[in-house]
């Protein structure tokens, strides 16, 4: 079977489009946290997949992110939410 080249690049897209959205979301979640925990010293790291763990000022939370748009592999809109109610529970 021949596959033909659009096939090809739209594959390609399509893998692409999955990757490179750690900084966009990173960075997301780290405006997103320091708002909802009215902390401006956050600490972001990936916990699994598209999660993410946020801690500061004594608190951590929980965000979810998706990539809504992305151009040439490049996560453009990425849209992360908070995991659970509140803002942020107390560190242990």
Request: proline share 3%.
């Amino acid at each position: 079977m021949k596959l033909a080249p659009a096939s090809i690049a739209l594959a390609v897209l399509g893998t692409l489009a999955c990757g490179g959205s750690g900084d966009a979301f990173r960075s997301t979640v780290q405006q997103r946290a320091a708002f909802d925990m009215s902390c401006q010293q956050v600490v972001v790291q990936n916990i699994g997949g598209d999660s993410y763990g946020a801690t500061g000022c004594g608190k951590k939370a929980s965000y979810t992110c998706v990539c809504m748009y992305s151009v040439m592999g490049s996560c453009t809109k990425p849209a992360c939410t908070l995991d659970g109610a509140g803002q942020g529970t107390p560190a242990q």
